[in-house]
T-cell receptor, first 113, second 113 residues
Framework: GNSVTQMEGPVTLSEEAFLTINCTYT??????LFWYVQYPGEGLQLLLK?????DKGSNKGFEATYRKETTSFHLEKGSVQVSDSAVYFC????????????FGTGTRLTVIP | EAGVTQFPSHSVIEKGQTVTLRCDPI?????LYWYRRVMGKEIKFLLH????????ESGMPNNRFLAERTGGTYSTLKVQPAELEDSGVYFC???????????FGPGTRLTVT
């Protein structure tokens, strides 16, 4: 079946620190992979995505590379800001038609000045 | 363009009562999804509408949950009777087509006491 395992939080970093949030997946077939972000009081927003192996998704300084050999899609950012404080969700879509998303448990990131 | 909206933002009810959650998708989006996040756990798929038809309701936990999308516009999710384990955040998402980005609403936080 499909599942996503995500790094447990919470994560607290100082501004300008390097961020990594680990995500690994199990899927039948060839999924698309996503990172969603939920800022306080808001809905989930798509942060970035990758649809095939070795693709790199990037947005707002965040990056993640689709690694088929390690079934991973780790989220990274070189220098976090206070405004990056949010909950981050890794997700996959198995692309078999319904496009249902399978999510990880979410990682809460707090960036302190 | 208005995003996905959900009402209410927060509902507190007693065990055994009934609650109805509403989702208004982005105008023109035929696909509408319901998801749920129980405290601290992953966001789980509940069901998927294409227009007014249920495409996939494999994630609905039991027959106390009833989803409708009359006319293919807004959707309601009714829980009757509510149980303690139904507490969580209910998210709605919509997309224009399958296999494209889903846009999420802010969620409805349901607390059953």
């Amino acid at each position: 079946g499909n599942s996503v395992t995500q790094m447990e939080g919470p994560v607290t970093l100082s501004e300008e620190a390097f961020l990594t949030i680990n995500c690994t997946y199990t899927a039948t077939g060839y999924p698309s992979l996503f990172w969603y972000v939920q800022y306080p009081g808001e809905g989930l927003q798509l942060l970035l995505k990758a649809t095939k192996a070795d693709d790199k998704g990037s947005n707002k300084g965040f990056e993640a590379t689709y690694r088929k050999e390690t079934t991973s899609f780790h989220l990274e950012k070189g220098s976090v800001q206070v405004s990056d404080s949010a909950v981050y969700f890794c997700a996959l879509s198995d692309q078999t038609g319904a496009n249902n998303l399978f999510f990880g448990t979410g990682t809460r990131l707090t960036v302190i000045p | 363009e208005a995003g996905v909206t959900q009402f209410p933002s927060h509902s507190v009810i007693e065990k055994g009562q009934t609650v109805t959650l509403r989702c208004d998708p982005i105008s023109g989006h035929d696909n509408l999804y319901w998801y749920r996040r129980v405290m601290g756990k992953e966001i789980k798929f509940l069901l998927h509408f294409v227009k007014e038809s249920k495409q996939d309701e494999s994630g609905m936990p039991n027959n106390r949950f009833l989803a409708e999308r009359t006319g293919g516009t807004y959707s309601t999710l009714k829980v009757q009777p509510a149980e303690l384990e139904d507490s969580g955040v209910y998210f709605c998402a919509s997309s224009q087509d399958m296999l494209v980005e889903q846009y999420f609403g802010p969620g409805t936080r349901l607390t059953v006491t």
